[in-house]
């Protein structure tokens, strides 16, 4: 039995049971003491569990919670969910399928394999991209080389470019390369699929470009503004379990609204956000936040009117 099945029995044990001695370990997967000990040790020293030993009850507790691994059995199946969501619409092949399903559940006991099929995720849509366009940009990443791609923009205007890709992006469903672009100089962030062509070059990547992992959205920038949003009714019900931003803070006020901080390169981003939460959200600052969310409005305004 793999050390990733017995660590996950280990934690359940610690979560549910109270504790776990090194016998029962033992026992269970029929390994010596001194490997379940190790076991025991790898939670503590890898996985930053606040594990004791109560000389008292001769068992392992935790002495706090653990809130990374707090319920683990219910994090597995919400995840399987998703996965067997994305399975149907990229079709992987069965054979794959079942080894990732069997890597995910082969530590949870049988009392919650029985409920898996009472768990789904329907997500309303995915964006499938061109698996070749992906392969090229795989080996670019493996070899770090550029990329030469023939590009459309939005106003459907053609372009070749040579490109050093940096990172593949999923966001809001869609999938995006942040890449060094040698005709902008800088780096740029380009939707997988408006690219009809990639080849692989055999000139070196050269450039770095910062990833920031803290802001919100897809636009690539190392610098940030932080923004702040008001959130009352319904929104702030909604907005008080969604994650916008690792690095967001939501503070809840004396009258029920809540108020986010985020950070962002782009207003472009933020505002359509805000405004699918109507008359429930309102930008605070900073003044050009609040700028360009009243001039959408107007211009929606003026749009209905003339309907």
Not at 60 to 69: C, R
Not at 81 to 87: C, D, E, I, M, T
Request: aromatic letters at 10%; glycine letters at 4%.
């Amino acid at each position: 039995m793999s050390q990733s099945v017995r660590l996950q029995y280990i934690i359940r044990c610690l979560y549910h049971k109270g504790g776990i001695d090194l016998a029962e370990i033992a026992d269970e997967f029929e390994i010596s003491k001194r490997q379940a000990g190790r076991d025991i040790e790898y939670l503590r020293f890898q996985m930053g569990a606040p594990v004791i030993y109560d000389r008292k009850e001769k068992k392992y507790k935790l002495a706090s919670i653990w809130e990374s691994y707090s319920n683990t059995d219910e994090r597995i199946i919400i995840t399987g969910a998703y996965l067997k969501s994305l399975f149907a619409k990229i079709h992987l092949g069965k054979y794959f399928e079942d080894e990732i399903y069997e890597s995910i559940y082969s530590g949870i006991p049988d009392s919650v394999r029985r409920v898996l099929d009472r768990v789904e995720y329907r997500g309303t849509s995915i964006d499938v991209p061109d698996w070749n366009i992906v392969s090229t940009l795989i080996d670019a990443f493996s070899g770090n080389l550029c990329v030469e791609i023939e590009y459309t923009s939005l106003k459907s205007e053609t372009s070749c470019r040579m490109i050093e890709p940096k990172r593949l992006i999923n966001y809001n469903n869609s999938w995006y390369v942040a890449a060094y672009d040698y005709k902008r100089d800088d780096a740029r962030t380009f939707h997988l699929s408006r690219i009809k062509e990639a080849v692989l070059t055999r000139e070196k990547a050269s450039h770095d470009i910062k990833l920031s992992e803290d802001g919100y959205g897809i636009y690539i920038s190392d610098k940030l503004t932080e923004y702040r949003i008001k959130f009352t009714g319904n929104a702030a019900r909604i907005v008080s379990t969604q994650v916008w931003s690792p690095s967001q803070r939501l503070e809840t006020q004396d009258d029920g609204s809540l108020v986010m901080t985020i950070k962002s390169s782009s207003v472009e981003e933020l505002v359509p956000a805000v405004l699918g939460f109507a008359d429930e959200a309102e930008p605070l600052s900073p003044p050009s936040f609040v700028d360009e969310y009243r001039k959408r409005l107007s211009r929606m305004a003026e749009k209905n009117l003339g309907k």
